[in-house]
């Protein structure tokens, strides 16, 4: 299964300065589509108050938004390569300007699973777009161009969680759905005129790295041939089921423990636990991702996995068993969220260099719809907590997480350099061969 296009096609932009400028409007880009999913958390217990749907219907809306947001990036992907990121991103700032735009105005959950929709396919269009073109401006920095651009996801609710609780508790949480909601639209629109693809190309700096890199770009169909991305992808659902979870949860756990609002010092800061905890979520998510990328660029991708997934068991634990207190909550899920949002770069890297950089926008956004696989899991969470208690749910996430650490060590890097260095080695064969006959 090797593809005919063995000169890698990976991009270099002439100056080096004008690729950072692209990577850093990435980051913007990505920040403002982030409370979507992060700031979801604040709006489900108003919502209820409001309207008494039931958490686990109003947690629905939060699935259908992950599904779609992760199960079309292929397709999004697609239109990226065909008519470039600029117009796929403007899109996407209407669509998630109109998502809460609608959830302001939802009577109805059928409208409130509409504005998902409407939500999903903005955030996919932009998250898929923005972190294939960081790929392929820093073919020599994939974990860490991959986790800077994530981190903007990650990291971009830390600014603006506490005016958006603030402007829920003082004009309601309709009022925050449609301010944001036309703000972030609006800053997405504008930056994608200036968004562009690379133009230049050269091939990895394999031996700089120190990383199994292949020189093979595989086609999407390709790679959904192979294994080892099965395995990939299996991993990637294990973890991110629980990071999901936490993430919509994570307001619904505060308030059944009865923590939400215990005042929590730190550092000199006070804020309620609920607040607090989500602050400093996003921003320890935000640090994680590059963070992770440029350790795995050192020491690899998948010994970084192995770190980040063992440590992510290990605070689930802590929660399980200590969460109902307010300072050991807030500190467990925030080293929590520091190493889960890792697999936001750690996965599209190493997608990146195990299939090439022709085709990477679309691989990473094939193996990007895990994310939206893992999200089914989240409103049996509400299911699993109402029947054993947060403790089951936590537990089932702690086995995940573990499991999957010992995957990303034990099966996924032999395979996934067994599968490097036997297609290279029959290109080279295929290439031998041919000279021979020419």
Known sequence: MVSSNTAVTQAQPSSSGFRWLQLGMGIVCMAMIANLQYGWTLFVDPIDAAHHWGRAAIQLA???????????????????????????????????????????????????????????????????????????????????????????????????????????????????????????????FVLAFFIQPPRISIPPKKKQLNLPQTKIDFTPPQVLRTPVFWVMYLVFVMVASGGLMTAAQIGPIAHDYKIANSPVTLAGFQMAALTFAISLDRIFDGFGRPFFGWISDTIGREPTMFIAFGTGALMLLTLSTWGHNPVVFVLATAVYFGVFGEIYSLFPATCGDTFGAKFATTNNGMLYTAKGTAALLVPAASIVAASYGWQAVFVIAVALNATAALMALFVIKPMRRAFINGNEAAAAEETATSAKTA
């Open 62 to 188: 939060f699935t259908i938004f992950v599904v779609t947001e992760t199960w079309l990036v292929p397709v999004e992907a697609w239109f990226v390569d065909k008519y470039g990121p600029r117009i796929v991103v403007m899109f996407g700032g209407a669509m998630i300007a109109l998502a809460w735009v609608l959830n302001s105005y939802a009577d109805s959950l059928a409208l409130l699973y509409t504005a998902a929709v409407f939500g999903g396919l903005g955030a996919g269009a932009v998250y898929g777009t923005c972190v294939g073109n960081a790929l392929k401006w820093f073919p020599d920095r994939r974990g860490l161009a991959a986790g800077a651009t994530a981190a903007g996801f990650g990291a971009g609710a830390a600014l603006t969680i506490v005016p958006i609780a603030s402007m829920i508790a003082s004009s309601g949480y309709q009022t925050a759905f449609f301010d944001f909601g036309i703000g972030q639209g609006l800053i997405v």
